[in-house]
């Protein structure tokens, strides 16, 4: 997938101790689950609450979700 295909979002939540949590879409209403391990990046991989996000759209167990997840600003 192209950068052009990439998804901008905003974290809308995420629970560090369970490693999970949900990325709203811009100009949307669909929310995408993200896992820890769809953040790219070393270290400790984690979201705030309003950072923004690009994303990639994959299929989980339980539907659409966020995968190859980069961060826009620290």
Not at 15 to 26: H, P, R, T, V
Request: glycine fraction near 14%.
């Amino acid at each position: 997938m192209s950068d052009a295909e990439r998804i901008h979002g905003i974290c809308k939540w995420f629970n560090e101790e369970k490693g999970y949590g949900f990325i709203s879409a811009e100009g949307t209403s669909q929310d995408y689950f993200v896992h820890f391990r769809a953040i790219e990046g070393s270290g400790y991989r984690t979201l705030k609450e309003g950072q923004e996000v690009t994303f990639e759209v994959g299929q989980g167990q339980k539907g659409p979700q966020a995968e190859a997840v980069r961060t826009e600003s620290e």
